[in-house]
């Protein structure tokens, strides 16, 4: 495999499925991303910084990176999930793997009915981003330039963006309340980022979600009243056009909204209906996040910082309960604000081709 990838491009392979479900011959690289451009010319600057100033590091760095391209060159050798492949369980295709995923009624955890190529690449993309956290680190100690600091930092980031994409991509696959077609381009970017670990999609909506994320630690919600949620709504005009475009029209949603409050406050819908009532019954107007835990009687964390690590924790808290009402049929939010953000995305990002495609045609 080529490290020097270029930079992802998102494909529908939907173009490619009446062709007897190969891709072989249309050029699609079905190997894993391991540096795009970008990325190697972040780690190129920092090991011609390292073989001048710091030594000492260069031996470590070079086999940190070649490691992980020797990894990624394992994994290329198990089928790719966008051609046709002869398994010893019987013929598998890039169609009969999304319906699997569509009309797949399993709960929990579906670790073991994933490809072996899905689970092995979702490891790649957690040792890539403790990688990049690391050289990010040692291009700080080095005193290299704020920007490149930044944009491995940046980096980092969007590869943990990729780990929530792919629970979400996983989780709106099954949401028959989606169009049909939404589910299938879903499954689509499901599959190009299992085989790729890049997804072009995600590359523009994490800085969304990233703006939003440090918008949300700089807030000081008042619980009880919605405050917090004003003052966010207002931020969210002067963020992406997308996500204020999200926030006009998808608020009003009870569902959205209830989402939108357990990410503002960092504890479930169940703690913040009881601590409403709680609040009401005391004549209480409101308190700040350090009085949340003695009213509720149990130590919760609502004050998080801008570390990715805080961003990932709290999003798996909001996606386990989310899913946990929807299989038990409770009240609340059965999706995440990221879910309902990501679909609504992607629904105008199809909605947008449908019409290209329909004018190029006229």
Same mark, same amino acid.
């Given at each position: ?48 910084? *390292? ?19 020797? *990894? ?90 990729? *780990?929530?994409?792919?629970? #979400? ?22 599959? *190009? ?8 999609? =995600? ?8 703006? #939003? ?53 960092? =504890? ?7 601590? @409403? ?31 990715? %690590? ?7 808290? %909001? ?22 953000? =990501? ?8 909605? @947008? ?10």
């Amino acid at each position: 495999m080529n490290e020097l990838s270029p930079e992802f491009t998102a494909v529908d392979i939907n173009e490619f499925f009446d062709k007897k479900d190969r891709v072989e011959d249309s050029g699609l690289d079905t190997g894993i991303v391991v540096f795009t451009e970008h990325q190697r010319q972040l780690v190129e600057t920092l090991r011609q910084t *390292l073989s001048e100033i710091k030594k000492e590091e260069l031996e470590p760095f070079n086999k940190r990176v070649e490691d992980l391209k020797k *990894l990624a060159a394992a994994i290329a050798n198990f089928p790719s999930l966008l051609e046709r492949a002869n398994l010893t369980g019987g013929t598998r295709t890039p169609t009969s793997l999304i319906d699997s995923l569509i009309n797949s009624k399993r709960e929990g955890d579906t670790t073991l009915q994933l490809p072996s190529k899905a689970t092995l690449g979702k490891g790649f993309l957690v040792a890539k981003l403790h990688t990049f956290s690391s050289l990010e680190k040692i291009s700080r100690e080095a005193n290299l330039d704020p920007k490149i600091i930044s944009a491995f930092h940046d980096e980092t980031i969007s590869m943990m963006f990729l *780990l929530l994409a792919e629970d #979400v991509y996983l989780n709106l696959i099954r949401d028959t309340t989606l169009s049909m077609a939404s589910r299938r381009q879903l499954a689509i970017s499901l599959l *190009l980022l299992w085989e790729h670990r890049a997804d072009q999609n =995600i590359s523009d909506i994490s800085p969304v979600l990233q703006s #939003v994320w440090k918008a949300r630690t700089r807030l000081a919600p008042a619980f009880g009243t919605m405050m917090g949620t004003s003052e966010l709504i207002m931020i969210s005009f002067q963020l992406d056009e997308q996500w204020s475009d999200f926030i006009k029209t998808k608020l009003g949603d009870a569902e959205v909204n209830q989402s939108m409050e357990e990410f503002l406050f960092g =504890i479930s819908y169940e703690q913040i209906t009881r601590l @409403k009532n709680i609040l009401r019954e005391k004549g209480i107007a409101a308190i700040g996040r350090d009085e949340v835990s003695s009213f509720l009687e149990t130590d919760v964390k609502t004050n998080v910082s801008e570390d990715y %690590r805080d961003f990932f924790q709290q999003y798996s808290l %909001r996606r386990d309960n989310a899913r946990a009402r929807k299989r038990m049929n409770l009240p609340g939010p059965h999706k995440t604000l990221e879910d309902f953000f =990501i679909s609504y995305v992607m629904e105008k990002n199809r909605e @947008k081709q449908n019409k290209d495609n329909y004018a190029s045609q006229k």
